[in-house]
């Protein structure tokens, strides 16, 4: 029952994935503009997205374990175009591509560097979304920020917050065998 209501939490998160930044990227089409949109959160979650990906190739994870972010990567540097062509003037995308491009083979140079970017992708991820939270506090103007986008990336991560819980319960669950044992030990 658990592993079904897993491949379904997984195929649901896929599908989600598949159609998260679409609300996002005909929000700002409609609009015309990427107000409200912050450049910076963009390439804060490009950057994470893209260390996440490079990682789980390198190691050879199953590509079922991290088919959402070629996707994901792909809507994102749509969004980034749309945001250079609403501000005039898409060749400014160009070195960020480059960037992230050059990076995809920069991370596999040594197997330290692909494991500290890692180790920075849950910061870099969150920084993404204070950066973005802290564009929206500055301005007071939402803009063409989608909140169907925003809404759509929270229910993925509320699936994987079960993960968190069961991890802190587990934790938790240890923690208090190893003190019992103590005294169970000391009681002898």
Request: with cysteine; net charge positive; charged share 10%.
């Amino acid at each position: 029952m658990e592993a079904a209501l897993l491949g379904l939490c997984n195929w649901s998160t896929l599908g989600v994935c598949a159609a998260l930044k679409l609300p996002q990227i005909s929000a700002v089409l409609a609009a015309r503009n990427a107000r409200g949109l912050s450049l910076p959160s963009l390439l804060l979650e490009l950057a994470g997205f893209l260390v996440f990906l490079r990682y789980q190739c390198y190691y050879g994870y199953p590509p079922l374990t991290y088919l959402e972010y070629p996707i994901l990567i792909a809507q994102d540097v749509i969004l980034l175009f749309c945001i250079f062509h609403f501000n005039g003037n898409v060749k400014q995308a160009m070195p960020y591509v480059a960037a992230l491009a050059s990076s995809w083979f920069v991370l596999a140079l040594q197997k330290w560097i692909i494991d500290l970017a890692m180790n920075f992708c849950t910061f870099i991820s969150a920084a993404s979304k204070f950066t973005q939270l802290q564009c929206l506090w500055k301005t007071r103007d939402s803009g063409a920020v989608s909140a169907l986008t925003w809404s759509l990336s929270a229910y993925t991560c509320a699936i994987l917050t079960r993960f968190v819980i069961m991890l802190a319960l587990n934790i938790w669950v240890t923690v208090t065998v190893l003190r019992y044992r103590k005294t169970a030990m000391k009681a002898e």
